[in-house]
């Protein structure tokens, strides 16, 4: 059974640092890998999706990276700010269809 | 819309009694999912359409338990005889076609249950 863990469960900085949330999983054997955000109260927005033949993907000032092989992705987040404080999730996709399955996230805090 | 909408953000209900919980994702998606997330906790996987059927419900915790989207848009996430350890948020996502895309997340509905 495929179980995703995330660490540190809690990350708190001072703003313009770069940072680093880690994500690993179980099972190597996914079709991809999606990082989200969470504010609080509210819905999932997506960040990155990664392809398990893909290594990385970078969106502004975020990059994610895959190792399917050791069952790892980091997301690199650089200059933060407050506004990037949020919970961030990761989540992989077993096979072709169905569901997403989640890690319990890293509550990030940026402070001013 | 936009974006996958849901009905009531927020419901209270007293234990025992029936709640529905509506999901109206974004236009033209083929795939729907129904996820429960409570609190310190990522969401969890309950149910996928592809289309009005039910693809994989292997997440459902029980009978008391039931979706449907018999148009293949909107779907209903139906809970009999509430209990009160069914209180979480509901999460509904959808995607174009459910091999792989990303999935798009909906506010939620807080189900709280006295």
């Known amino acids: 059974k495929q179980e995703v863990t995330q660490i540190p469960a809690a990350l708190s900085v001072p703003e313009g640092e770069n940072l680093v949330l880690n994500c690993s999983f179980t099972?190597?054997?996914?079709?991809?890998l999606q990082w989200f955000r969470q504010d609080p109260g509210k819905g999932l927005t997506s960040l990155l999706l990664?392809?398990?033949?893909?290594r990385e993907q970078t969106s502004g000032r975020l990059n994610a990276s895959l190792d399917k092989s050791s069952g790892r992705s980091t997301l690199y987040i650089a200059a933060s700010q407050p506004g990037d404080s949020a919970t961030y999730l990761c989540?992989?996709?077993?096979?072709?269809?169905?569901?997403?399955?989640f890690g319990k996230g890293t509550k990030l805090s940026v402070k001013p | 819309g936009a974006g996958v909408s849901q009905t009531p953000s927020n419901k209270v209900t007293e234990k025992g009694k029936y709640v529905e919980l509506r999901c109206d994702p974004i236009?033209?998606?083929?795939?729907l999912y129904w996820y429960r997330q409570s609190l310190g906790q990522g969401p969890e996987f309950l149910i996928y359409?592809?289309?009005?059927?039910?693809?994989?419900d292997s997440g459902l915790p029980n009978d008391r338990f039931f979706a449907v989207r018999p148009e293949g848009s909107v779907s209903t996430l139906k809970i009999q005889r509430t209990e009160r350890g069914d209180s979480a948020v509901y999460l509904c996502?959808?995607?174009?076609?459910?091999?792989?895309?990303?999935?798009?997340f909906g506010p939620g509905t807080r189900l709280l249950v006295l």
């Open positions: 359409f592809q289309g009005t059927g039910a693809a994989d």
């Open positions: 990664i392809q398990s033949s893909q």
């Open positions: 236009s033209g998606h083929t795939a």
């Open positions: 996502a959808s995607s174009i076609t459910g091999l792989g895309e990303t999935q798009y």
């Open positions: 099972d190597s054997a996914i079709y991809n």
């Open positions: 989540a992989v996709h077993g096979g072709s269809q169905g569901n997403l399955i």
